[in-house]
């Protein structure tokens, strides 16, 4: 290894008690603690690291972007009840990842954590596990958001141009748009804080408008029956319980990717008392603007049918037109969530920079010396953010391949962050909860309790939303999430042992025996 390589790779490397004359801070002596230095500054303040928290989870937003799912499978029964549970479980996250951020704040968050609560001979392991799992999870949301607000840019062409057959190449001419709308954005890191809030009051607003317009306008409305007791299966599965829950993809991708927050944990200050009101207040107005925007519009849905066979491929959409009467108002609507979409994009490559740039100052990634740097003028680390957009942009290329892409995508999306959750709670439940020194927010027994539902919960949806979502299974519409799972554990297994056990970050804050609380 180059002199310089070492230079770079270690920046993150450095003994804590040689090092605290360097700081002026607290927050960055109890970085050094953990054996990092303070590579970015702290611009971000607590409302504006929620709002980039809220503006990725988007839990109204995200219903609205793949209504179609929740229509076929489950209808407003889904819709409703399913956002409820999803709340309930969602808190239990929540309540699991604050936990460990507040205890172990750092940007690297799961592959951090299971370091330092992994028995040592299996550390760097679980560590690296964590570590990839969050990355590909974050790379799949890129994809998934990307590839929502593609479809509804070609859908309001499609709306004013009805003779007009979209292609697959459409979208994908779309989503590679607005992903580099997004690379662009955040590439200027200094002005992030800023925009993440102007993407959170857009989102409001673009929530309120919406909440307000379509019911006022609609020329019928449906009756209480209709919208809370009214169940629908058009997926061909026999059994609704199945279509049941293969349809809550669509309400748990309003709550998922909700550790967005934690991987700023090192431009915030006092992350271990902020970090964790930015993830309850990203479930609390997510649950309060997604349940009362989906009652204000399946009241105003007058022809279910119609949504879901919509001609435009966005369900959303000619809903707005079915309320409003003309194209013109439907598109301006529908320009509302497509801002809404690029807020939410912009924060999705936010958070996927930070996880590839924390993830690469421990060796993690090849390439990893490159992936590490900050720019000193953007202050943003601008090498991982360019290689996580590629990477995204290869993988809306899917697209041309099969529809059933988007389902996979949103799938991943969901699954791979609960995978990576895992894998540092479960080495916490094994070394023992009371042999971690907690932080501020520390949850005791109900603690506990959010730890069990978040591993049930991974469990559950590794399975279920494997299963096709509709019936039978056809090359176009299979699930091919599966098939992801298999590649990136493939490229882990190989990494591992071609690279990762060598050049893997072995160092932790602690190196006592099993039992010893590790903790600021």
């Known amino acids: 290894m180059s002199v310089n390589e070492e230079k770079v790779e270690h920046t993150a490397t450095v003994d804590s008690t040689e090092k605290f004359d360097q700081y002026s801070d607290g927050d960055a002596k109890k970085l050094a603690e953990m054996g990092y230095t303070q590579d970015m500054t702290r611009k971000f303040s607590v409302w504006s690291v929620l709002g980039i928290g809220f503006s990725l989870t988007n839990s109204w937003w995200a219903v609205a972007g793949i209504l179609i799912t929740g229509i076929s499978s489950g209808g407003p029964v889904l819709l409703i009840y399913g956002t409820i549970l999803l709340f309930i479980i969602s808190i239990g996250v929540a309540g699991s990842l604050s936990e460990l951020v507040s ?62 057959v979209t292609e697959p190449w459409m979208v994908v001419v779309a989503y590679q748009l607005v992903n580099f709308f997004a690379f662009f954005f955040n590439c200027y890191g200094r002005a992030l804080p800023t925009i993440a809030t102007i993407a959170l009051y857009t989102s409001l607003i673009s929530f309120f408008i919406t909440l307000v317009v379509v019911p006022a306008k609609a020329p019928t409305h449906q009756t209480a029956s209709f919208v ?27 709550f998922s990717c909700l550790d967005t927050a934690v991987h700023m944990a090192e431009e915030v200050p006092r992350p271990e008392r902020n970090i964790p009101i930015a993830i309850f207040g990203t479930i609390g107005i997510g649950f309060v603007t997604s349940w009362f925007w989906i009652m204000s519009m399946l009241f105003s849905m007058t022809d279910i049918a119609g949504v879901a066979a919509t001609t435009t491929g966005v369900p959303i959409l000619e809903l707005f037109y079915q309320a409003i009467g ?56 601008l090498n991982a953010h360019m290689v996580s957009s590629f990477l995204v942009a290869c993988l809306g290329l899917l697209y041309l391949g099969s529809y059933a892409a988007i389902n996979s995508i949103v799938t991943g999306c969901i699954v791979l962050p609960y995978i990576s959750y895992a894998i540092p709670i479960t080495c916490l439940l094994v070394r023992g909860r009371s042999n971690i020194k ?23 949806t590794l399975v279920m939303y494997s299963f096709p979502t509709v019936m039978p299974v056809t090359a176009d519409y299979m699930n091919y999430v599966s098939a992801c799972y298999g590649i990136i554990l493939l490229i882990i297994v190989v990494d591992w042992f071609v690279r990762g056990r060598k050049r893997y970050r072995n160092q932790t804050m602690h190196h006592g025996i099993d039992g010893e609380k590790v903790g600021l």
């Open 103 to 164: 205890a172990l704040p750092n940007a690297a968050g799961q592959s951090f954590w299971a370091r330092e609560l992994a028995p040592k001979r299996y550390a760097n392991l679980a560590s690296y596990t964590a570590g990839w799992f969050a990355w590909a999870g974050s790379i799949f949301a890129c994809a998934s958001v990307a590839l929502t607000v593609g479809f509804a840019l070609v859908g309001c062409y499609q709306l004013s141009h009805p003779d007009l």
């Open 228 to 254: 809370f007791t009214t169940f629908i299966n058009n997926t061909g599965w026999s059994r609704g319980g199945i279509a049941f829950i293969t349809g809550l993809i669509n309400t748990n991708w309003g």
């Open 326 to 381: 003309h194209k013109a108002g439907a598109i301006v609507l529908e320009a509302f969530i497509i801002a809404t979409g690029f807020g939410c994009m912009i924060s999705c490559h936010t958070w996927a920079s930070r996880l590839c740039w924390s993830f690469s100052r421990d060796r993690g990634i090849p390439g990893h010396h490159l992936w590490a740097q900050i720019h000193p003028a953007l202050d943003m680390p």
């Open 438 to 460: 907690p932080g501020p927010f520390w949850l005791g027994r109900f603690g506990l309790l959010c730890n069990v539902v978040t591993l049930g919960w991974t469990l559950f």
